[in-house]
């Protein structure tokens, strides 16, 4: 059987960082780190590209779109795709390509470290030995992230810790697998992994004027007012399961302007689990019926960040936006 070939495309991240005075930087190229893990070579043949080489602290949209159009460019010349990547903000380039490659039949796995190659006690070897693994397994497919041992859905990752090697939690749903050493185990009843041979559906838009709020007590609801100008989104962190301060109506008729202004807002929970359900307490309600409000249910904020700014990429008929909005994709929300 003549050996599956996988397209690494390095970005960046501590894994490439080295460290030259001023703080750790990224400097090394794909091939040299994957030089550092030589039993790559039995698993794949393995080819590069290099799109940029930053901290994942200066990842922007842009940049999203930039390594999809490296994805969909070799689409047809690989059996699947590892993204070497900064941690800091892995989870919304994760999301975002979910939506920007959808329903991809091949893998599209995201990996880094939190010690960068170079550091005797580093995470990168394993991670990135286990990440080609899992990017080579006939039954893997979709994007997701391979870290500390563990394969998140790429729009179910969180970093949840700054310095430990399980630095990424698979919010609310389970791990789709988890690797042992240089075994796959895959838990009983995880998504399935038919393939038709389809090609996925690549987009190239994104709106970036999405902006994340979260509430905090006494915050001023003029702050609509003032993110008028630059932004056509806003995703509202609410306390709870999706509490709104009532006090005096002001919050109401702020919110509500905003989204009679063709603008849109969608209502998430600051509480990292088990969602949103603004059916539950009076100071949520007005919000749950009103047109041109998005509910986030059980997704993450980082998804809601990427899956936002893609729908409103796409189009500005509210009702469509809401229709790519509500549409599970990758396994972002499990709707009530
Ligand atoms: N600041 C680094 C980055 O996100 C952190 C890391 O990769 O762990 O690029």
Known sequence: MSKRRVLLIATGGTIASTEDGSG????????????????????C??????????????????????????????????????????????????????????DSEKPIVLTGSQQPMANPFTDAKLNLYQSVLYACDEASRDVSVVFGGKVICGT?????????????????????????????????????????????????????????LKLTPELRPSIFDLLRADYDAVILETFGIGGIP??????????????????????????????LDLGVYEVGHAYAEKDGILKGDDMTTEALVAK?????????????????????????????
Request: net charge neutral.
């Open 308 to 336: 936002t700014m893609w729908a409103l990429g796409q189009t500005r008929d509210p009702a469509e936006v809401a229709r790519l909005f509500y549409e599970p994709i990758n396994h972002d929300r499990m709707p009530r």
């Open 24 to 43: 750790l930087a990224p400097t090394m190229t794909g091939p040299e780190l994957a030089r550092q893990v030589p039993l790559l070579d039995t698993l």
């Open 156 to 212: 179910r990752a969180r970093k949840q810790r700054t310095m430990s090697f399980n630095a990424f939690t698979s919010m609310n749903y389970p791990s789709l697998a988890y690797v042992r050493g240089s075994r796959i185990v895959r838990p009983a009843g995880a998504p399935g992994s038919e393939k038709s041979g389809a090609r996925p559906c690549f987009y190239d838009s994104l709106d970036e004027r999405v902006i994340v």
């Open 246 to 275: 009532a006090y005096d109506g002001s919050y109401q008729r702020a919110i509500f302007d905003w989204v009679d202004s063709g603008r849109t807002l969608v209502v998430t929970t600051q509480v990292p689990e088990e969602g």
């Open 45 to 102: 043949e393995l080819d590069f590209v290099q799109p940029m080489n930053i901290d994942s602290t200066n990842m922007r949209p842009r940049d999203w779109l930039c390594i999809a159009r490296e994805v969909r460019r070799a689409y047809d010349d690989y059996d699947g795709f590892v993204i070497l990547h900064g941690t800091d903000t892995m989870a919304y380039t994760a999301a975002a390509l979910s939506y920007l490659v959808r």
